[in-house]
Antibody, heavy 117, light 110 residues
Framework: EVQLVESGGGLVQPGGSLRLSCAASGFTFSSYWMHWVRQAPGKGLVWVSRINRDGSSTNYADSVKGRFTTSRDNAKNTLYLQMNSLRAEDTAVYYC??????????WGQGNLVTVSS | QSALTQPASVSGSPGQSITISCTGTSSDVGAYNYVSWYQQHPGKAPKLMIYDVSNRPSGVSNRFSGSKSGNTASLTISGLQAEDEADYYCSSYTRSSTVVFGGGTKLTVL
C-alpha cells in the first residue's frame, strides 16, 4: 500500500524557516517524480513544486521560487521542502504527492504550516 | 502562472449528469494532454479521479469521464450520487514545466 506521511509543520514567525518531510513507503520511491501542493484555509489547491527521480531537477511556482527548496533522499525514502523567508500568505496545509504524468496520484494526509507572530 | 478557470459551483439531482469545465490557455491545457481532475471532500486529502485528460486510475468509478477541446477540459459525472458532493479541481502541466490548478468547483447534489 502506498503511504505518504508528512511531518515538520507548525507555527513559525514571519521571516522564519521550516523544513517539511514526507516519508514514503509501499513503492519504489526512487522511481517516481514527487510534488508538493498546498491549500490555504478555506481556499483551493495550489501547486508548489516538483522534483525528478534523482533530485537533479526541480520546478517551482513563482510564488515560492527563491524561498523554497525541494529535495529528496532516495536512501531514506524521504522528500523534503525547505521553506525560508516565510510569509503570512504561506499559511496552508502542505501535501506531498506521488507523480503520474504531472498529476498527483497519491497524496499524504497533509501538514499544517502557520506563519504568524 | 494564472490559475485555470472553473465555475465556482455546479449542482444536479441524483441520477442526473453534470459537467465541470476547466479553461486554460495554449500554454497549459491546450499544449499537452496532461490534464487531471481531483475530488476533495471536506477535511480530506484530494483524490485523483482523471489523469491524461481522460484516463481513470484503478478503482475510480466509470461514472467519471474527462475530455478536452482546445484550451478547455471537462469533467463529466453521470448518474450523480449523494457521495459525489465535493469540491473538484482540475490541473494541467504547462510549457514552463510547472503545474497549475484551477480554482475549484463545489458540486452540490440536490
Amino acid at each position: 500500500e502506498v503511504q505518504l506521511v508528512e511531518s515538520g509543520g507548525g507555527l513559525v514567525q514571519p521571516g522564519g524557516s521550516l523544513r517539511l518531510s514526507c516519508a514514503a513507503s509501499g513503492f519504489t520511491f526512487s522511481s517516481y517524480w514527487m510534488h508538493w501542493v498546498r491549500q490555504a484555509p478555506g481556499k483551493g489547491l495550489v501547486w508548489v513544486s516538483r522534483i525528478n527521480r534523482d533530485g537533479s531537477s526541480t520546478n517551482y511556482a513563482d510564488s515560492v521560487k527563491g524561498r523554497f527548496t525541494t529535495s529528496r533522499d532516495n536512501a531514506k525514502n524521504t522528500l523534503y521542502l525547505q521553506m525560508n523567508s516565510l510569509r503570512a500568505e504561506d499559511t496552508a496545509v502542505y501535501y506531498c504527492a506521488r507523480d503520474l504524468n504531472a498529476a498527483a496520484e497519491y497524496w499524504g494526509q497533509g501538514n499544517l504550516v502557520t506563519v504568524s507572530s | 502562472q494564472s490559475a485555470l478557470t472553473q465555475p465556482a459551483s455546479v449542482s444536479g439531482s441524483p441520477g442526473q449528469s453534470i459537467t465541470i469545465s476547466c479553461t486554460g490557455t495554449s500554454s497549459d491545457v491546450g499544449a499537452y494532454n496532461y490534464v487531471s481532475w481531483y475530488q476533495q471532500h471536506p477535511g480530506k486529502a484530494p483524490k485523483l479521479m482523471i489523469y491524461d485528460v481522460s484516463n481513470r486510475p484503478s478503482g475510480v468509478s466509470n461514472r467519471f469521464s474527462g475530455s478536452k477541446s482546445g484550451n478547455t477540459a471537462s469533467l463529466t459525472i453521470s448518474g450523480l450520487q449523494a457521495e459525489d458532493e465535493a469540491d473538484y479541481y482540475c490541473s494541467s502541466y504547462t510549457r514552463s514545466s510547472t503545474v497549475v490548478f484551477g480554482g475549484g468547483t463545489k458540486l452540490t447534489v440536490l
